[in-house]
């Protein structure tokens, strides 16, 4: 056992930070950290990341902490700071979650709910189908490229074992929520749109015309029109979306200090 005199626990340290920071994007980041994937893969894919962003780490010098709470610390402001850049790029997606279900209960779809076992909970088919097509796209276009780079970004601008957390981080948040519920009514306006007209004129057409008995079919009246609509706006949803990733991504991590560069978007 004399061989553990010989290990440098300083490099110990610094590699558990990095472990500890890459383990919260895994938890919490979409694709990542969906419950469908078993915890063996995600522990064993943040294990490999750590390696590889390792060797940029290995000048770092840090004096270890003397008492136990100063360790506590120090995991427990990496596993916050990689938390909070997984739940800020899980949040962007909640919009096309939120649109979807909105438009799901205007159209008559309120009882259409599955269980999802990734969730366990009952989720709206629509919001659910909105999302995984939203982070589907994600994937495409290299958002997880992005993701990535600007991680290794944030262990420059944010060092690990500096035990500290921006500011700015609660600016960065606000400001996602802002772009969520922004492109989630974006998203939905026009099937609630079309639907809130349809209703209206179903609803006048009952009363000028009693005898046509429209009430009894116009929520089926409105299912049609909403999947009419989405079907035709899908594209163009996935579009805004598109053109916020960029924007979303470069609101998280400007709370840590990188930078997002178009160019990685290539």
């Known amino acids: 056992m004399n061989w553990l005199y010989f290990i440098d626990t300083s490099r110990v340290l610094v590699f558990a930070l990095v472990l500890t920071r890459v383990s919260g994007i895994v938890i919490s980041a979409p694709v990542f950290g969906g419950g469908n994937i078993p915890l063996q893969i995600r522990a064993l894919f943040s294990f490999a990341l750590a390696i590889l962003i390792m060797p940029s780490q290995w000048m770092l010098y840090m004096e270890e902490p003397t008492a136990l709470v100063g360790f506590v610390v120090l995991i427990a402001a990496e596993l916050l700071i990689g938390l909070t850049i997984g739940l800020g790029v899980n949040m962007f997606f909640t919009a096309m979650y939120m649109a979807g279900d909105m438009v799901g209960r205007l159209g008559g779809l309120t ?3 599955l269980f999802d076992p990734v969730s366990g909970e009952e989720s709206p088919v629509l919001g659910r189908f909105l999302q995984l097509l939203a982070i589907t796209v994600f994937a495409c276009i290299g958002g ?3 993701l ?7 262990f420059e601008t944010l060092p690990v ?3 500290l957390v921006r500011v700015s981080v609660a600016e960065s948040m606000i400001t996602i929520v802002s772009v969520t519920f922004s492109l989630g009514f974006r ?3 026009p099937a609630t749109l079309a639907i809130l007209i349809s209703m209206i ?3 006048v ?4 015309l009693p005898q046509l008995n429209l009430m009894a079919v116009g929520f089926g009246i409105n299912t049609v029109i909403m999947f009419t609509i989405l079907f035709l706006t899908v594209g163009t949803a996935m579009w805004c979306c598109q053109e916020r990733f960029l924007f979303a991504l470069d609101a998280i991590f400007a709370g840590f200090g990188a930078e ?7």
Do not use: K
Request: glycine share 12%.
């Open 187 to 189: 998203v939905a306006a």
């Open 111 to 113: 009882a259409a709910h």
């Open 148 to 154: 990535m780079a600007a991680l290794l970004d944030t």
């Open 205 to 208: 057409l009952g009363r000028t």
């Open 144 to 146: 997880l490229r992005v």
């Open 201 to 203: 004129v179903i609803g």
């Open 260 to 266: 997002i560069q178009p160019e990685w978007m290539d």
């Open 161 to 163: 074992g500096s035990g």
